[in-house]
């Protein structure tokens, strides 16, 4: 999967120098037609597609933006009553200082755990939303729940974690060349797009090993 997606993203700009320079120009655009982009990718289409209609590609953009920023909901909520519970234990009883900042840690670990969750069932969402075109499919959490059942969890996992690592890696050599002023916002620039190639190809590989449309 990693070599097929590398493949994909190398040769969606590898002497595609038009393309490229309309992919960083959907960069700099908030991102949003990248969005767009990438669920047409998500849709398996092979190989990567023209980047053109942009205004599709701000539509459906922004609609994923949506569907995303649903998927946090449970992660917000969580964090903020735990800061805000924390902020008021803090000040309407400083001597209890200890406690409260346990009790945060805690609230932060939890937080942390619906995140992951909230994050794998939100990949295949967001996948089932590029493949049916519905933001309702986004959340068919007995479809979602299915697929990733036909993947094999423990196969899921360690897929969404191989690419967490990729983007780790990714960011933490940006942040290291960031000491060159500026190269990490040309670089970001530059490279932004061919990962999110890279991802979406190598998601759409994954959700398609459950043999589901």
Excluded at 120 to 127: M, P
Aim: hydrophobic share 60%; charged share 10%; proline share 3%.
């Amino acid at each position: 999967m990693i070599g097929d997606s590398f493949a994909y993203a190398k040769d969606s700009v590898t002497g595609k120098w038009m393309q490229w320079l309309l992919l960083i120009i959907a960069t700099v655009l908030l991102t949003l037609p990248l969005l767009g982009y990438s669920l047409k990718m998500l849709r398996g289409e092979k190989p990567a597609p023209e980047v053109n209609d942009w205004g599709t590609l701000f539509v459906d953009g922004i609609k994923y933006f949506i569907v995303t920023l649903i998927w946090c909901i449970p992660a917000i909520i969580v964090l903020v009553f735990t800061i805000g519970i924390g902020a008021v234990a803090l000040v309407s009883q400083p001597e209890a200082a200890i406690g409260a900042i346990g009790g945060m840690l805690v609230g932060l670990l939890i937080v942390a755990i619906v995140a992951i969750i909230t994050g794998l069932l939100g990949t295949i969402g967001i996948i089932r939303f590029a493949r049916t075109g519905s933001m309702g499919e986004a959340f068919n959490f007995s479809a979602i729940l299915e697929t990733i059942g036909k993947i094999g969890w423990v196969s899921y996992i360690i897929a969404v974690i191989v690419i967490m690592i990729i983007q780790v890696i990714f960011f933490a050599v940006i942040g290291i060349l960031s000491v060159v002023p500026y190269l990490d916002i040309v670089l970001e620039l530059l490279l932004l797009a061919p990962l999110t190639i890279f991802e979406s190809r190598y998601l759409c590989l994954v959700y398609d090993a459950a043999g589901t449309a």
